[in-house]
């Protein structure tokens, strides 16, 4: 794409079903710089039927940080494995894989970070370029120029690792997908709520694969469905991000997961009040079927 400047004019037309299957095979790299199909975060057996992508920033990217660090307070892995469809949530950022494990710990985001340097994914799915701040989230926490100093810092400690200027372009920005299957089914919620908790304790939460799920989804159906015996995925809800600070906000997220709750409010009651009332995303997610799941289980 061109290298925009000022507020980039991105659109949230979900992807075609060509572009998906164009994109499936994109290889992405994990910590250990080992590759993985992008199709394989979001679809396949033992991962969770809906998972939500989170696209970032360079890894030294203070709003971005911010943004996993508020994501990672009110959206946990146990918080969405009691829900009633299995979901996980993936972030691909676009630097040097040898700085996801620093990003990993200084964001403490408990969800499989992987990287996409190529960034042909972000072309592919209409992630675009720019540098303009635009307005301040609720997700912004800290000040624009105590981040700033914080991802030099960061910058600087990579110097003798050879890092420091392998965090990706710093014009990309990134945006979230949220993949769920193409067809529901009446599958009704098979296992039981006790039950639940006793599957948190089958993942991994350190390791890469941790969006992957036990051999059934949370709500009892495996993942058949497709041609190939794998569940169709398709995307039902997207956002792309129009300037260096523009992800969904927390709310807007819980929402189309189906979380209760609206996440942690800030003291700005002006920044929380709009990110309680704006939607920036497309689509329509299974959130509200997922609630009826709920009741007819007799789950609050």
């Known amino acids: 794409p061109l290298d925009f400047q000022g507020t980039v004019n991105s659109n949230n037309e979900l992807p075609t079903a060509e572009t998906l299957a164009k994109i499936g095979d994109y290889m992405l790299l994990d910590r250990d710089g080992k590759s993985h199909p992008f199709r394989s975060l979001y679809s396949g057996k033992h991962v969770a039927r809906r998972v939500l992508i989170i696209f970032v920033r360079h890894f030294f990217c203070g709003n971005c940080q911010q ?14 494995l009691r829900l009633p469809l299995s979901t996980f949530i993936a972030v691909i950022g676009c630097g040097d894989p040898g700085l996801i494990e620093m990003y990993a710990t200084e964001t403490g985001c408990p969800f499989p970070v992987y990287t996409d340097p190529t960034r042909k994914l972000y072309d592919e799915l209409g992630m675009l370029q720019t540098l303009t701040l635009g307005e301040r989230p609720a997700y912004q926490k800290e000040g624009i120029v105590k981040s700033s100093l914080a991802s030099i810092v960061q910058g600087l400690k990579q110097i003798k690792s050879g890092l ?69 995925k398709t995307v039902t809800w997207c956002h792309r991000m129009r300037t260096t600070r523009d992800h969904a906000e927390i709310p807007e997220l819980m929402e189309v997961l189906g979380l209760d709750g609206q996440g942690m409010p800030i003291k700005d009651k002006k920044r929380w009040s709009r990110a309680l009332e ?23």
């Open 164 to 232: 420091a200027t392998k965090a990706g372009p710093a014009r990309q920005i990134g945006g979230e997908f949220l993949f769920e299957p193409v067809d529901l089914g009446t599958s009704p919620v098979g296992t039981p709520w006790a039950e639940v908790e006793r599957r948190m304790g089958d993942f991994g939460l350190g390791d890469t694969a941790a969006h992957r799920t036990s051999d059934t989804s949370l709500d009892g159906k495996g993942e058949e469905g497709g041609d190939d015996g794998v569940e169709a």
């Open 67 to 80: 943004y996993l660090r508020a994501l990672s307070t009110s959206i946990t892995p146990e918080a969405l």
């Open 278 to 300: 704006q939607r920036k995303g497309t689509g329509l997610s299974m959130a509200s079927q997922m609630s009826a799941m709920k009741a007819e289980a007799g789950v609050g």
